[in-house]
């Protein structure tokens, strides 16, 4: 069992930044690759940028290439997700999840969720 708790979101203008942060307890946290998904109001949830255990692999959207970075410290039990360049588009709730093997840090095979942070661009 692992518990994921996102914190970092908020209100923020049109080209500004947010870092989210994904707290993980529960088992060997390390072992896992972790994404970052996002769901609009009215739309259904998608992939957003994922990492492999080691942190020596990530895969992203493209809709946020280029803007969006994914990082981890295993020693923290913590994943981020560094959001720059911010547009209103970019508008959801985001969610961390952990999954059960490599092919996860393609957005699919997520075992656990966190409950979700709210970000917010205003153009």
């Known amino acids: 069992q692992v518990q994921l708790v996102e914190s970092g979101g908020g209100l923020v203008q049109a080209g500004g930044s947010l870092r989210l942060s994904c707290a993980a307890s529960g088992r060997a946290f390390s072992k896992n690759p972790m994404g970052w998904f996002r769901q609009a109001p009215g739309k259904e949830r998608e992939f957003v940028g994922a990492?492999?255990?080691?942190?020596?692999?990530?895969n992203y959207a493209d809709s946020v290439k280029g803007r969006f970075t994914v990082s981890r410290d295993n020693a923290k039990n913590t994943v981020y997700l560094q959001m720059n360049s911010l547009i209103p588009e970019d508008t959801a709730v985001y969610y961390c999840?952990?999954?059960?093997?490599?092919?996860?840090?393609?957005?699919?095979?997520?075992?656990?969720w966190g409950q979700g942070t709210q970000v917010t661009v205003s153009s």
């Open positions: 990492i492999s255990w080691l942190g020596s692999a990530t």
């Open positions: 999840a952990a999954g059960p093997d490599y092919s996860s840090i393609y957005g699919t095979k997520y075992d656990y």
